[in-house]
């Protein structure tokens, strides 16, 4: 009989009697780093260590519901990108520990839900792909600019669910839709 190697528990910050619910799961592409999304608009990460123990590091108080997590590759691994029910895709660094977002994308089309995101394009994780219903725009973070670079909008004819890039081949993207 083995141990598991991580139990993680999301507790709920809420303050009426409906606990938050965990909806997404997401380990960072070292497996140091876990994010966990709840109902309750909040993402907690998680650290750990070298023997498989695992503490909150920190909660991200989003403000608005979050519909996925995505790490950046092992290149920039305190970074995280949150694809929002707001129209927007925020992206944090783990180091300040803080609620604050070190950028917003808003989405194209003025479109509501941000489905999925991905952190990719390179060696640097520097290009952002979100998937805004049957859209996929691309935003370079680092650019001043949160203006898309493009937008894909013939690739999907229903919602686009999932963006991935491919984890060592960073400039490969792969997506699904309704």
Not at 56 to 72: I, Y
Not at 108 to 127: H, I, K, R
Not at 165 to 174: Q, V
């Amino acid at each position: 009989n083995t141990a598991p190697a991580a139990l993680l528990t999301a507790k709920s910050h809420t303050t009426s009697n409906d606990g938050a619910y965990n909806t997404s799961i997401t380990a960072s592409c070292d497996g140091t780093r876990v994010g966990v999304v709840t109902t309750s608009g909040r993402v907690h990460v998680y650290d750990r260590d070298g023997t498989g123990a695992t503490r909150e590091a920190f909660v991200v108080d989003v403000g608005c519901g979050v519909n996925e997590c995505a790490f950046a590759s092992s290149a920039d691994p305190h970074v995280f990108a949150l694809a929002c029910n707001d129209g927007t895709c925020k992206v944090y660094d783990g180091r300040m520990g803080t609620s604050s977002p070190v950028a917003v994308y808003r989405a194209p089309f003025n479109l509501e839900d941000v489905e999925s995101c991905a952190l990719g394009g390179d060696a640097s994780d520097a290009l952002l792909a979100v998937a805004v219903g049957p859209h996929i725009a691309f935003y370079d973070r680092r650019s001043t600019s949160t203006a898309p670079l493009t937008i894909f909008q013939d690739a999907h004819s229903e919602t686009v669910t999932c963006v991935r890039f491919h984890p060592e081949r960073r400039s490969n993207l792969y997506t699904a839709s309704v």
